[in-house]
């Protein structure tokens, strides 16, 4: 059985140490519920913009680029969501294969192995097939389809909506949603979970609380 998990958003809140951002930039405050369909940059212009500052998404999505997703300094303190990291842990010391595959530039590969290490989370198990535990710029869909020629069983926490389709579209892979505000649409074929089921699943399936006893 392998978990693979994605890491912003999942893992830990990368879209709210963004928008955090915005307020130091512009002084100007965006919720997380106001962003749809997986656009940031779409949420911020029209904040702006109702604020009498006018910038388009395109330059809203270069700023964010130079100033979060791709700079190392601003994912090296993210804090981890308490229940899912908790859970991935347990999988881990319950000998269970764990991979993860993310979007983020292969500029991040340091920083962000740092950060799951830094952690608890060992990147240096070897996984049926030669596979890395760790997948920078990955092709989810396709990696993962991979994956299950290997592994009899395959899990894939995911948060964004058009990732979590095609896996579950192109794999055999069990997509199991992670709710944010942008992916409450239908998402055929995947499961949306909170937190805390999530947590209580992937405990039931290492036994943890048998390996605890």
């Not at 965006?30 to 702006?48: D, G, K, Q, T, W």
């Not at 006018?54 to 700079?71: M, Y």
């Not at 991979?146 to 979590?164: M, N, T, W």
């Not at 409450?184 to 909170?194: A, F, S, Y």
Request: aromatic share 8%; glycine share 4%.
């Amino acid at each position: 059985m392998l978990l693979i998990s994605d890491i912003d958003s999942v893992l830990c809140q990368t879209a709210g140490r963004a928008l955090r951002w915005v307020w130091d930039r512009y002084q100007i405050s965006v919720p997380p519920s106001s962003i749809r369909r997986y656009n940031m940059e779409f949420a911020v212009a029209e904040h702006l913009r109702l604020a009498g500052i006018v910038r388009s998404p395109d330059e809203i999505s270069e700023e964010l680029r130079l100033a979060c997703w791709e700079n190392p300094a601003f994912f090296r303190d993210l804090e981890p969501r308490c229940e899912i990291w908790a859970a991935l842990c347990c999988w881990q010391r319950a000998g269970l294969a764990l991979q993860f595959q993310t979007r983020r530039v292969e500029l991040l590969h340091n920083v962000t192995e740092a950060w799951l290490a830094n952690h608890g989370l060992e990147l240096h198990r070897p996984l049926a097939g030669g596979m890395k535990t760790l997948l920078m710029a990955a092709d989810k869909a396709t990696l993962t389809r991979s994956a299950c020629e290997h592994y009899e069983r395959v899990i894939f926490l995911e948060d964004a909506p058009h990732h979590a389709l095609e896996i579950a579209e192109e794999s055999t892979a069990e997509v199991w949603v992670v709710p944010q505000p942008w992916n409450q649409q239908p998402l055929v074929g995947c499961q949306r979970l909170e937190d805390e089921e999530i947590g209580r699943r992937l405990r039931q399936l290492a036994r943890c609380d048998e390996i605890a006893a």
